[in-house]
Nanobody
């Protein structure tokens, strides 16, 4: 089992920045593929970004490419999502996810409880 706890959400004005963190425990973090997803009110959950266990591979949704970055610190068992140039349409609950396979976009096995990000116009 893997336990994931997100933090760093909040209210920010359009154009601003936030950094989300996700602390993992329960399994060897350094061997997990990590990802971020989000779900806006009334919409389905969507992929935002993923990072391989070695940080050698990253993947982003087109909607956030160039604005968001994903990184991880295996010594701290933590993955980060740096969000810049935020837009009102980025408003959502953001979820951290983990999996033991290599795909960065799908088939995640473990999920955090989510953290709310609200971007005001």
């Amino acid at each position: 089992q893997v336990q994931l706890v997100e933090s760093g959400g909040g209210l920010v004005q359009a154009g601003g920045s936030l950094r989300l963190s996700c602390a993992a425990s329960g399994r060897t973090f350094s061997r997990l593929t990590m990802g971020w997803f989000r779900q806006a009110a009334g919409k389905e959950r969507e992929f935002v970004a993923g990072i391989s266990w070695s940080s050698g591979g990253t993947l982003f949704a087109d909607s956030v490419k160039g604005r968001f970055t994903i990184s991880r610190d295996n010594a701290k068992n933590t993955v980060y999502l740096q969000m810049n140039s935020l837009k009102p349409e980025d408003t959502a609950v953001y979820y951290c996810a983990a999996r033991s396979g290599s795909s960065l976009r799908i088939s995640y096995d473990y999920w955090g409880q989510g953290t709310q990000v609200t971007v005001s116009s």
